[in-house]
Structures are given as C-alpha cells and as structure tokens.
C-alpha cells in the first residue's frame, strides 16, 4: 500500500476493513475535464477492453461472457457497444467513481458467490463476473445509457453505495431500484466502495465509443482518460 497517497495515518483506520476504503488525500486523482471522454472510475490493470458482439464481452481473452447473465436482465441491448473491464488487487484504492457526467436512474444488486477475480480464475471459469454478487449503476448521460457493474469477490462480501440504504451481504436478496428523481453527478462522483479487491466493468452504448485510450495490461488511475466519445453523440 503506498501509504503517501492515504488521507490520514495507518492508526486512523480501526479495522483492515476501514483501511480498504480508505480515503485519498485531496487532488490526488485529477478528473480529466474534456466533456468528450470517459475517465476510468478507479485504480486498477486493464484486463480486457472491446465491442459487445452477440450480446458478449470477453471476461479474459478467448473467454466470452453473456452481457444479459451479467446485468440480470434483457431490458438493454448493448450489441456493438463497448466494454472495459477492471481488476482492482488488494492494495489498490477501493471506492468507485462515475465515468461520466450523467444521472443516476437505476440501482440494481444481484447477490450470488465470491469466486476470486484475479486473471487466472477469470480466464477458467465460464461466466465468472456473472456468477459473483454484483451491484450494477445504470447512468443516463449526454451520449446514451451506460452501465457500470461492481463485482464482488473472494473476501468482498459487502459493496456500499451513498445513492441508496441498499444492505448487500451474504443472503440479501436480488432488488431493482428506480431513483426518482434520479441524482444528477458529476464526472467523478463517487458512487460505491469494495472492502477489498475485485471488478469494475464498464459498458457504453452502440455509437458512443470513438476509440479506447487504454487497452489490456495497462495500469489506470481513477479520473485519468480511457476513451473518446464521438462527438455525434452529444445530447442523443
């Protein structure tokens, strides 16, 4: 853990679990401003980035995973649309920020296992982000409906979100949550917190994308550039 980036001292945190949410010191992790890109909600390594092709994203490579088995619903149609997915390892900040600038419309929690995420589980096992409890944001934004999902994982039994009392745990049931009037948030909001590492995956709409800045491999900071928008997609 790089503890100079930490908001507060190590004796400030009274449980490991307080500690993996820690906060960052102010400044830290500036937003990209430009209305025209997608900044990376979190601190993580870029496993897998792409187009939605018959209604899958590669979880890992040579590994195609159902978009609608993900979201826990058939409500979206993302096909040739864009996906990146995010690990996020235990020593990385553990709160997750919005991509985009936009309002919050719908919460959606699916409980299910806590099988690890790291590259090599997600490349054996069929369905793997799918399988696992996820909390999933569905933003309205300038350039069309996007998604964001919250994997849990092994050790990570609880996501936390400030938009909603939402208890998440082993046991809650699956719940669909309509915000009315939906939040409106800025580029960078925070919107939920992992107690420990996992998953992020972030899906844009058909059209939306103009071409990814990062790709498989590469470290991301929260806040940092990941992609651009086509500007045709302004205001759709």
Known sequence: MNMDEVDGELGDFPTLAKFFVRPLKPGLRPID???MTIVSPVDG??????TIENGTF???PGKPSSIDTLLGTTEHDFDSGSYVVIYLSPQDYHRV???CAGEVSVLRYLPGRFWPVFSAAARRIKDLFARNERLIFQLESPFGTVVQAMIGAFGVGRIS???????TNTGTPAATHVLAPSPAIEKGTELGRFELGSTVILLLPPGALERWTVGPGDRVWMGQSIAAIHSSTKSR
Do not use: E, F, I, K
């Open 33 to 35: 401003p430009d209305p």
């Open 45 to 50: 390594l870029v496993a897998s980035a792409g």
């Open 58 to 60: 590669l979880q890992a």
């Open 97 to 99: 920020h919005s991509p």
């Open 161 to 167: 979100t400030a938009l909603h009392p939402l208890v």
